[in-house]
């Protein structure tokens, strides 16, 4: 009997492991549903941990979707900033990873928190990425209108350059 209960022990030490907190990929899912229920802290928390479970490998299968995660997490709580930077960082060393679809909806989530200077700025390095991007330009016209409404002269100048404001 207790060589049954020694031999048991181990299993169920190891079994509560996986799958458990430390899990990036339960990680990344606990993270995009407290985005969906709008709780920016809690998926932050969420995406922070996974990355960190995952340490420097930006090559394990849950690195992209948590580092995205977390910078949706950033803009939607209001550190725009910084999602912006990692964001570029992102796109920049990891070309093609980063897709229009993702610059949209982080732009979009930096103009719901009236974010507007790092919301263009984003935006115009998604144009950049991706020209022919109808997601990003219908964009461009929204955060237009928005800043607008919010009257945020510096947006407008900015929106303007890239063509969305005048003429």
Request: with cysteine; net charge negative.
């Given at each position: ?29 606990s993270?995009?549903?407290?985005l ?11 995406f922070e941990?996974?990355?960190q ?37 992102l796109?920049d ?75």
């Amino acid at each position: 009997m207790r060589r049954l209960a020694s031999l048991l022990l181990p299993v169920l030490l190891l079994s509560a492991s996986c799958g458990g907190p430390s899990d990036p990929a339960e990680l990344v899912k606990s993270g995009e549903r407290s985005l969906g229920s709008q709780d920016f802290a809690a998926a932050l928390r969420d995406f922070e941990t996974a990355l960190q479970a995952i340490g420097g490998d930006t090559s394990h299968t849950s690195y992209v979707r948590a580092k995205l995660g977390e910078i949706e997490a950033r803009a939607s709580a209001g550190d725009a900033a910084r999602a912006r930077t990692d964001l570029v960082a992102l796109a920049d060393a990891q070309p093609g990873t980063v897709s229009d679809a993702d610059f949209n909806r982080i732009v979009s989530r930096m103009g719901d928190t009236s974010k507007f200077r790092e919301a263009v700025a984003l935006l115009q390095k998604g144009l950049e990425l991706y020209p022919d991007s109808a997601h990003l330009d219908k964009l461009g016209k929204k955060l237009a209108a928005d800043a607008e409404k919010a009257d945020d002269p510096e947006a407008l100048e900015a929106l303007k350059g890239m063509g969305y404001v005048g003429e």
